[in-house]
């Protein structure tokens, strides 16, 4: 079943049924001033936190209410109806719908009885409110008399919590006013009184351009007893009551009448925000040009797709284009910048950045916005201990050089996080050679940036200490210690049980520093890499290599996970993606493994992170088991590792299986059969069930995933085969073999390349020649002094 389409030419998603499956969301602003908007212009908005900034009320899991509401009603007839089809809920077959998800906005369209409207929804550029505006046109014959609604439900209290439960407080706290075309909440007034405004504890719901008829600042009074958001009381009877909240739930309700000849557009503009009375004025006044809001979506198409166009694709699949695009690289913006915080699913509880989500989710733009990338790296270098571990999680007012660590109880007491995780550092390796290989920024090895609890290091030295972090953890074979957990929270192996997945990143993290030592010029260490890396490779191939795959670990007790012989979980896909990944596979070991995976893991909607799913056979620390079979980590289509076995068979070579995979989990390719995905088919969920539930290939847990980030490198890196190193970019796609070409617009240290792929063969991976400016090239390596500002790129494959 299709709900939607994607409009490429205008970076949207095009929802034309309302009534999708879900709500499919989308991000406005930034967690300065967040705002999250379903399809049915249900969500919620706060400022710097999901849970301590609430501003606007939201049921999770729940009827997707309340939200961002627009009422219009026909003051001749009695009839009345929403901009979004929802909350009311007009009949489908009267009620024309379409929702717009764009770049930080959402337009809702709708026509109903000669009335067409527009409702327009955006945070505008550094700005800390938000703007809803409503067009009204009446395309009928006749004049007509009309009054529109606007309904904002405010939290009682900014903490989530607190406004929820705590009900004995929040409610006898807050009071409503109407004043200058607005209603203003205050709460906690007498604290206010000697600061007005200086702890953000006034909100406001204002509008411009119109005069409010009749307003509401208490829910109840708005929406009547024994109602729903669909039938309030004070649309119903075509006005509000003017009655205020003294003791009970706020709102801001507004109501304006007016009349409208044939043809004639009514645009009423309302402000929401966490301001005071006089400031909340000022902004409102702006809003009296009726310029500035087509300035403003201007100002946000221009600089979410000027990110977005310094990487664009042209292949035979519209679905990957959508996604690589527009889509996917939205969604790594939105998991970069806000940090898995809040969503549909998270309530914004979060209290700190988790080390190894935040330093995987950069991964995702570097070849977009390195720059950006780049100051979130410094960050997160510095919430690594001196130790060379990374901080479990970094507290939103992180304090670099003052921080507890695991090591100290007050940090676990504050953070809940009891001890260092495995694979934390490592993700800094790869995440910092794409960085240095999208800008060319060498020099950033030797920028000096303090360590999270004491002194300071060289970004080389930082890497250095991460190594060393590994080394001095491992078990008994000499591998890396498992610890508290090593990227799957579910799989214990005790603190000295060994992982083969960190075992391959730390195989991968050594020859990545050691392309870093030439450059410094340090050839100790690349003589102790060397040495240690040889033995880190005799170590796993000799443990860890058993037919045809890599074992996921051996127990602090000797036992081992993720044998053939294993009556359940016998299979596992991250220590085979990472064989090839790490470069420790040989040729034949790669073939076989990845073989494994398709053989035993794949299915038509992605690829399981194990099988068979735990449900006898659980060992001791499988803590998985607690998950229904076919279900998140035991035996569930977790999304991440979809991106890693993308690169993985795109490193083989392997061009059709690259991209089967790609197919298999891409929300684009669901959306024809949105009723079973039931996700937004334009972002990626954490988990899709598999072959043991009854509900195979329903996604679950939208938008704030690290799907975003690796699926991005698994395709931009893999299938398209751009793979930047210190000093120049090599081309090597692995791509469908009947895709006969395919064109990439690149910017690259700040040059443009035209790159043009001819693949008439029918080629899966491999090159025959390759031209730079008309000139053939030795290889298929472009070194950067060679390049000019403007470079056309011919690849033959």
């Not at 490193?651 to 089967?660: P, S, T």
Request: charged letters at 25%; one cysteine or more.
């Amino acid at each position: 079943m299709k709900y939607g389409y994607f409009d490429e030419e205008q970076k949207e998603y095009v929802i034309t049924r309302p009534d999708t499956p879900a709500p499919w969301a989308n991000y406005l602003g930034s967690p300065d001033y967040g705002a999250i908007i379903s399809n049915n212009a249900g969500g919620y908005s706060f400022v710097k936190s999901g849970a301590n900034g609430r501003i606007l009320r939201y049921h999770f899991n729940s009827d997707d209410t309340p939200g961002r509401y627009l009422y219009i009603r026909d003051d001749a007839s009695g009839d009345y109806w929403s901009a979004s089809w929802q909350p009311v809920g007009k009949d489908l077959a009267v009620y024309k719908n379409e929702c717009r998800h764009g770049t930080a906005y959402t337009k809702i369209t709708a026509e109903y009885q000669g009335i067409t409207s527009e409702a327009l929804y955006y945070v505008p550029l550094n700005k800390t409110y938000e703007v809803w505006r409503l067009r009204l046109q009446n395309t009928s014959q006749t004049e007509r008399k009309l009054s529109a609604f606007g309904y904002a439900e405010f939290t009682n209290d900014s903490n989530y919590e607190q406004d929820q439960i705590n009900l004995q407080y929040t409610l006898f706290i807050t009071k409503t006013y109407f004043k200058n075309n607005k209603i203003l909440q205050t709460i906690n007034q007498n604290e206010l009184k000697d600061k007005e405004g200086s702890n953000g504890k006034e909100r406001f719901f204002g509008c411009v351009g119109t005069e409010v008829t009749s307003y509401n600042g208490d829910k109840t009074a708005f929406l009547g007893s024994y109602r729903t958001y669909g039938n309030p009381i004070a649309v119903e009877k075509g006005h509000c009551d003017n009655v205020l909240n003294y003791n009970s739930n706020s709102c801001g309700a507004l109501h304006s009448s007016f009349t409208l000849q044939p043809g004639e557009t009514k645009e009423i503009v309302y402000i929401l925000g966490r301001y005071n009375d006089k400031d909340s004025d000022e902004i409102l006044k702006a809003y009296e040009d009726p310029g500035v809001t087509e300035k403003e979506i201007q100002e946000l198409k221009d600089y979410w797709h000027g990110k977005l166009n310094n990487f664009q694709v042209n292949t035979p699949s519209s679905e990957f284009n959508s996604m690589i695009n527009t889509w996917n690289a939205y969604q790594c913006f939105i998991t970069f910048i806000w940090s898995r915080a809040a969503s549909f699913i998270y309530c914004g509880q979060r209290n700190g950045y988790g080390y190894r989500d935040t330093v995987q989710d950069i991964q995702g733009i570097i070849h977009l916005d390195p720059a950006m990338a780049k100051e979130r790296i410094r960050f997160m270098l510095s919430a690594q201990v001196d130790n060379g571990g990374g901080l479990p999680l970094v507290k939103y007012d992180h304090n670099a050089g003052n921080e507890d660590t695991p090591d100290d109880y007050s940090y676990v007491q504050a953070t809940g996080h009891p001890a260092y995780r495995a694979d934390d550092a490592l993700w800094l390796f790869p995440t910092i050679l794409k960085y240095i290989g999208e800008s060319g920024d060498t020099g950033f090895l030797k920028e000096v940036i303090p360590y999270a609890n004491k002194e300071e290091d060289t970004v080389y030295g930082h890497l250095k200490r991460a190594i060393r972090f590994s080394m001095e953890r491992q078990g008994d074979h000499k591998m890396p210690a498992g610890l508290h957990a090593d990227w799957n929270d579910c799989l214990r192996l005790g603190k000295k049980g060994e992982s083969t997945f960190v075992a391959f990143q730390l195989y991968y993290a050594m020859s990545i520093i050691k392309d870093f030592a030439k450059d410094q010029k340090d050839s100790e260490y690349i003589e102790y890499i060397n040495k240690v890396q040889g033995e880190l490779f005799d170590t796993i191939q000799s443990l860890c290599w058993e037919d045809d795959r890599y074992i996921r670990g051996i127990k602090e007790d000797g036992q081992v996970i993720g044998s053939k012989k294993d009556a359940e979980a016998s299979m596992w896909l991250n220590p085979q993606s990472w064989a090839v990944i790490s470069g420790l596979a040989d040729r034949e070991q790669g073939e076989a493994a990845l073989e494994s995976v398709h053989r035993e893991l794949n299915t038509p909607y992605g690829v399981r992170l194990m099988a068979p799913s735990f449900v006898d056979h659980a060992f001791p620390g499988a803590l998985a088991i607690l998950f229904n079979p076919s279900t998140k980590e035991n035996g569930g289509i977790f999304s991440q590792p979809q991106g890693w076995i993308i690169l993985a068979e795109s490193l083989m070579g392997h061009g059709n299986r690259a991209f089967e995979y790609f197919k298999g989990s891409s929300p684009a390719m669901q959306n024809d059969h949105a009723e079973i995905r039931v996700l937004e088919p334009y972002v990626h969920g954490q988990f899709t069930e598999s072959t043991d539930s009854p509900f195979e290939g329903r996604s679950h847990v939208h938008w704030l995933t690290g799907t975003a980030s690796t699926v991005m490198v698994g395709c931009v890196e893999g299938i398209l085969g751009m793979r930047p190193d210190l000093y120049g970019l090599r081309i090597a796609p692995s791509i469908p073999s009947d895709w006969k070409e395919i064109t990439i617009k690149k910017v690259f240290r700040g040059k443009s390349l035209n790159i043009r792929v001819e693949n008439k063969d029918g080629a899966e991976g491999g090159y025959k020649e390759m031209y730079l400016n008309g000139v053939r090239q030795e290889d298929n390596y472009i070194v950067e002094n060679s390049l000019k500002e403007e470079n056309e790129i011919l690849l033959v494959m």
